[in-house]
T-cell receptor
Framework: TQLLEQSPQFLSIQEGENLTVYCNSSSVFSSLQWYRQEPGEGPVLLVTVVTGGEVKKLKRLTFQFGDARKDSSLHITAAQPGDTGLYLCAGPDSNYQLIWGAGTKLIIKP | NAGVTQTPKFQVLKTGQSMTLQCAQDMNHNSMYWYRQDPGMGLRLIYYSASEGTTDKGEVPNGYNVSRLNKREFSLRLESAAPSQTSVYFC?????????????FGDGTRLSIL
């Protein structure tokens, strides 16, 4: 069974700090997606990483796919209150359906 | 452009009651999904429809049924609600059923079973 484990489960930091959250598996994934979910809303796609070692940047957010395609990280530089939310990673299983990590709940305090 | 629309947004049921959650998408997507989200457990797939006319079980299908009414609409039915079905339910759609396709979500239905 493919599983995605996200860490930490919860992170609360001050505005302006940097942070990294992780999405790990013992299985190889063909791709991984990162979503952000705000309270009372559904998840919204941030990025898809496909190639081992790939790095994608979205403003202050940097996403990396591990060389072996078993893990991914999200690094936020100079976090802002607008970055607050639940960050979810997801990847396709052998039936081509997405399996999801439990998420990292991020709070950025002003 | 509404995207994915779910109704109702909130619902309280008594154990044993039935109800149908409605979902419609206006993006001409082929595939649609129903998930439930519980604290600390992420999103779990209940049922999905890879294309109009097909439905398949996901990870947690027991106690639920679905209908792909047409390309736009995909409903989820609880025949006899149980407290364990208290959750937030999300409908999503994607252009195709391949797992690398981004999924677009509605804002969820918050369901409480007393």
């Amino acid at each position: 069974t493919q599983l995605l484990e996200q860490s930490p489960q919860f992170l609360s930091i001050q505005e302006g700090e940097n942070l990294t959250v992780y999405c790990n598996s013992s299985s190889v994934f063909s791709s991984l997606q990162w979503y952000r979910q705000e309270p009372g809303e559904g998840p919204v796609l941030l990025v898809t990483v496909v190639t081992g070692g790939e790095v994608k940047k979205l403003k202050r957010l940097t996403f990396q796919f591990g060389d072996a395609r078993k893990d991914s990280s999200l690094h936020i530089t100079a976090a802002q209150p607008g970055d607050t939310g639940l960050y979810l990673c997801a990847g396709p299983d052998s039936n081509y359906q997405l399996i999801w990590g439990a998420g990292t709940k991020l709070i950025i305090k002003p | 452009n509404a995207g994915v629309t779910q109704t109702p947004k909130f619902q309280v049921l008594k154990t044993g009651q039935s109800m149908t959650l409605q979902c419609a998408q206006d993006m001409n997507h082929n595939s649609m999904y129903w998930y439930r989200q519980d604290p600390g457990m992420g999103l779990r797939l209940i049922y999905y429809s890879a294309s109009e006319g097909t439905t398949d079980k996901g990870e947690v299908p027991n106690g639920y049924n679905v209908s792909r009414l047409n390309k736009r609409e995909f409903s989820l039915r609880l025949e006899s609600a149980a407290p364990s079905q208290t959750s937030v339910y999300f409908c999503a759609s994607s252009r195709t059923g391949w797992g690398n396709q981004p999924q677009h979500f509605g804002d969820g239905t918050r369901l409480s079973i007393l």
